[in-house]
C-alpha cells in the first residue's frame, strides 16, 4: 500500500478512534501515541507521530527526544537506560532529529501530527541511530475539592509516554550472538536466562519461541516472547509448569526475525537461532 | 511471553472468564481505541486521587483498592511488554505551605498501588508505587488489550496546618519495551 494512502487510513482510525471516545464514560485525562515505534531512513529524513486526546478535557502536550535503549539489571529486568549526554561511541539520533511542534494544547478529541525531521551531520557512517520520543501530557484539571476555609489534598497528573525510534542510513545489518542461555525449575516455574548481544550495525528486533518437550519429545509447553537487542542483554524469564509432570525434558529454543506488532518491512533479516538445553522436572 | 499452549492457559482462562463481562463494560469507551490497535498506545486517567476535605491533625489514607483511589488503565498492542513507574511528591503544597504525602507501605492499608489486566480492583495485585511494575498488556483481541493500576496515598496535615488547597503532582510512565 502506497505511504500516503497508508498514512490516510492510518489518520482516519485516530479520528475514529477519538470520535467513540468522546462518546463514552468520562476519561480524566487520557493520550493516545501512535505508532509505538518510529522508522526513519537516510532518504526521506523525516517520520511523524500522531497524538489524540481522547479525555474530555484539554491536554497540553510536549515532545522531548532523548537516546536510550533497553537494558536488563542484575534481577533480569528490563528497563529503558536513558541517556541525557551519550559519547561519541553511542549511535545517538536523539541530538539531530527534531519533533515540530514540540508542544501543544489539544482540546478535547483532538489529533496532531507530529513530524520529526532529521538533520543528520555530514559524514554520518552508514547504521541505525536510536532515540527514545517522550510524550508528556497534563491535564488542566487538578483532582481536588476546592477548601475556602478548610484543608483539602488532592494531585495533578502527569503522564509520560516512551516509545523508540529508528533512523536508518545506508546499508544495515543484524543479527544475534547467543551468549547464555539456561533453564531449572525453581518451585512451581520455569526459569530461563537468555544473555544475547547484537551483531552488525542495526539492533536485533524479533521473537523469542521456546517449546519443553519431553522425553518422548511430545511438546508439554509453549511459550514466546518478542525481544529487542540494542546493546547485551541478559533476560530472566519465568514461565508456568502447572500440569506438567516430573520427569526429563528438553527446553528448545528458536529466535527469529520475525515480529507480530511491528510492520514486517521495518524488520531486518537475520539468521535464526536455534539451541537446546536439558532439564529435570522434579 | 505469550502461552500458546497447554493446561496454563486452560486454567487461565477459566480464572478471568468471569471477570471478562465486567472488563469489557468498564472499558467500553475505548473500543474504538483499539481500532488504532496494534501501533498505539493509550494511557488514561480514569479516577484521581482526591482526598477531599481533610482535617488538621488527622491523617487521611486512600487504599488503592478504595474507590476513591487513583485509576489509570492502559491500551496497547496485545502482550506487548510495558514498564510503569511513578515519579511521586513527598508533600503537597498550597503556596508556601506545605502537606507530607506518603506512598510507602502503610502498618494498615498495606501497599499502596495495585495492578491487573482487566478492571477488577478487588482482585488486583498489591505493589510499592515507588518499585517500578514490568508487565505485559492482557493477550487479548481488543477491547481487551488493556493493563489497570490503582494508587493510593496517605496525607498527614499537622495540627495548625494552614487552610488552603493543597496540591501535588504524580508523573507516571509508560515505557514500550520492545520485549
Known sequence: MPLTRRIRRFSSSLALAAATLAAGP?????????????FMDHRSRT????????????????IDLKYGYPATDSAGTVYIRLIDQPDSTEPSAAGWIRAYPRRAVLAPGQRQVVRLLATPPAGLPDGEYWSRIIATSRGSRVAVVNADSGVSAGLALELRTIISLSYRKGQVHTGLDLTDFRASQEGD???VWFGAGRQGNAAFLGTLSYQLADADGHVRGEWESPIAVYHPISRRYVFPLAGVAPGHYTLRLSVTTARSDLDQRNILPAEPVHRAVELEIR | ???????????????????????QTATASFAATTVVNNTALVIGQLNGLDFGIVLPGTPSTIGPKSALAGKFVLHGQKNAEVRITFTLPAVLQAGANVMPISFADDPVAGKMACHRN???????????????????IRNNPPPQNTFYVWIGGKVSPAVGQVPGTYTGQVTMTAVYTGN
Open chain 1, 189 to 191: 516455574s520455569l526459569v
Open chain 1, 47 to 62: 517520520g511523524q507521530v500522531f497524538l489524540v486526546n481522547t479525555s474530555a478535557e484539554p491536554e497540553e502536550v510536549t
Open chain 2, 1 to 23: 511471553m505469550g502461552y500458546r499452549r497447554g493446561r496454563t492457559w486452560l486454567l487461565v482462562s477459566a480464572l478471568l472468564a468471569p471477570a471478562a463481562a465486567v472488563a
Open chain 1, 26 to 38: 468520562l476519561v480524566l485525562q487520557a493520550i493516545l501515541v501512535a505508532p509505538h515505534a518510529v
Open chain 2, 118 to 136: 482487566q478492571d477488577q480492583q478487588t482482585n488486583c495485585t498489591t505493589y510499592t508505587p515507588s518499585t517500578a511494575l514490568l508487565v505485559r
